[in-house]
């Protein structure tokens, strides 16, 4: 019989030397039975029973096993990384050889979740070909199980030719970063007679193979209107709560980043006061001599 792990809204049978709260096995150690991998279809599933899900980016190992602890299904090696790991000022300068050292990063530490990677700019926009051959080095080299790339009605040649390969692809419409000259900055998209446009790529999207969409930064009724016209999961961010899952960056979702946050960011903590408090607490004990202490030494 194929196989057909639990769904992933319910908890794995916890096994007998498992000993973290989630049943995910200490890092470093094998689990005494293997856990389920998140697949495809079980996104499928929790759109038709209507449960939302949550998307978070994971960029390196510690991310991805701390999100998978928390029970979040998919991880996205966002090509975010290039504004928010890298340092770049956009999406764009992020090349496929740091993406596959990333991916390769949270790959080897998660057991569970699904692995969705960026197809970065200018590694796929050429040719259905070029599409496919960088993907085949996300899943040879890196380990991810899916790909994302952006736009509409123009890249379902690609999606096509990756999906008839056998790779999982999610879209990405609405405004799409790697885009962001083209459209004259951050802006929502979809606005009046564009979300009739919105929709058509939605559908086009759906009907070359996609097994997910990411709407960002689209009018909440427009999203609302792409989700109920879609057999598959929409994935909102930005795009208000009629979507089927969310997505954040995980450094706007737990407070590392600093300065003005876009107005769709909801920050669950404040990573980085806690680390600028633990940084300053160690300076300040090196200072004093109060660290090392005896139980520090050899
Ligand atoms: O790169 C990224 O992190 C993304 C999400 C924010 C959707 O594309």
């Keep these: 019989m194929s196989e057909q792990p639990a ?24 689990p005494a039975t293997p856990l389920a991998r998140v697949r495809i279809p ?42 928010n790991v890298l340092g770049n000022e956009s999406s764009l300068p992020v090349t496929v050889d740091e993406m596959i050292m990333l991916t390769r990063g949270v790959s080897r530490a998660a057991r ?46 690609q999606v096509e030719k990756l999906v008839h390969s056998g790779v999982p692809v999610m879209a990405h419409i609405g405004f799409t970063p790697q885009s ?13 007679d564009d979300g009739a446009r919105l929709i058509a790529d939605a ?7 996609a ?3 990411v709407l960002e930064m689209v009018p909440a009724t427009v999203a609302a209107e792409v989700t109920a016209a879609l057999r598959i999961p929409t994935v909102g961010i930005g795009a208000g709560a009629g979507c089927d899952a969310q997505v954040l960056v995980w ?6 980043r ?25 300076a300040a004990d090196v200072a004093s001599g109060a660290f090392p202490g005896p139980e520090h030494q050899f």
């Excluded at 600093?258 to 607490?281: E, I, N, S, T, W």
């Design 7 to 30: 769904p992933y809204g319910t908890p794995p049978a916890i096994s007998a030397d498992a000993s973290t709260a989630s049943g995910l096995p200490e890092p470093g150690t094998a």
């Design 42 to 83: 079980h996104l499928q599933q929790m759109k038709d029973r209507g449960e939302r899900w949550a998307m978070l980016t994971a960029y390196d190992m510690y991310t991805a096993q701390v999100f998978e602890e928390a029970g979040i299904p998919v991880l996205l090696v966002g090509d975010s990384a290039s504004n």
């Design 112 to 157: 569970r979740a699904l692995i969705v990677v960026d197809l970065p700019f200018g590694s796929y926009q050429a040719s259905p070909e070029q599409a496919f051959l960088t993907a085949a080095r996300f899943l040879k080299e890196a380990g991810a199980h899916a790909v994302k790339l952006e736009g509409g009605v123009e890249v379902v040649p």
């Design 180 to 192: 962001e000259h083209q459209l004259g900055g951050y802006r929502v998209q979809g606005r009046g």
């Design 203 to 209: 559908r086009a999207l759906e009907a070359a193979g």
């Design 211 to 213: 097994f997910a969409v």
């Design 251 to 256: 450094q706007d979702m737990a407070g590392l």
């Design 258 to 282: 600093a300065g003005r946050m876009p107005r769709f960011v909801k920050q669950y903590a404040d990573v980085r006061g806690a680390l600028v408090d633990a940084a300053r607490a160690y």
